[in-house]
């Protein structure tokens, strides 16, 4: 069940906000944090990015950047708003991921940022195979999100967070097995990078 506290941080941009940098500095900084998904990857100013779950435009704000050609596409109304607000440069979709309104072969790179750990597990499997269906071959999903902690420090601050933040779908997601889920899905190379103590994956599925 949601706290008092979750349904806050989404009301207040910044609440939200500090949440997001304070936990950010795990790993240096906000602008690392937004941008370790896709570091080094090759991106031209005319590569399709789909800004998957992109919330407010926090990493959207990144990625146009370096590409002419990004969509932001989020479920909630206010998200979207707040996102066309702070990043014009990209153009914005208000859809659920699990149901993606594009056509197959679309996308150059689908990107994803601390979203999936709130989805159930039915629903994050409809949404790996969507993010393979707009994929063009050769394409790259790359995504940031919570894993179990390696470093049992890292615990300390993870599960205070779960559970005034988080739902039980973030407990879940520490549990399962994303590389699996995509390589089951059909992604040819799956490469997973750890940071924080093991307390954040990045991920990135080769179609």
């Not at 601390?114 to 629903?123: F, G, K, N, S």
């Not at 790359?142 to 739902?167: I, Q, R, S, V, Y």
Request: some cysteine; proline content about 3%.
């Amino acid at each position: 069940m949601a706290t008092f506290l979750r349904e806050l941080s989404y009301r207040h941009q910044w609440l939200y906000d500090s949440i997001s940098r304070t936990a950010a500095l795990s790993v240096g900084g906000e602008d690392r944090f937004r941008t370790l998904a896709f570091k080094d990857l090759e991106i031209h100013v005319d590569t399709a990015i789909l800004d998957l779950c992109c919330g407010s435009g926090q990493t959207t704000e990144y990625l146009v950047r370096a590409s002419d050609a990004v969509i932001g596409l989020d479920a909630s109304p206010r998200s979207i708003e707040r996102a066309q607000a702070n990043v014009p440069q990209a153009q914005y979709v208000q859809a659920f991921a699990q149901d993606l309104p594009f056509e197959d072969n679309h996308f150059d790179l689908v990107h994803t940022s601390a979203a999936l750990h709130e989805m159930t597990p039915d629903t994050l499997n409809r949404i790996i195979w969507e993010v393979f269906r707009v994929l063009k071959p050769g394409g790259i999903f790359a995504l940031a999100d919570f894993h179990k902690p390696t470093n049992l420090a890292f615990w300390l601050g993870l599960a205070p967070f779960f559970w005034l933040f988080e739902t039980e779908t973030a407990w879940q997601f520490v549990e399962i097995d994303l590389l699996g889920l995509l390589s089951a899905v059909g992604f040819q190379r799956c490469d997973r990078q750890l940071h924080a103590g093991g307390s954040l994956q990045i991920i990135r599925g080769h179609k």
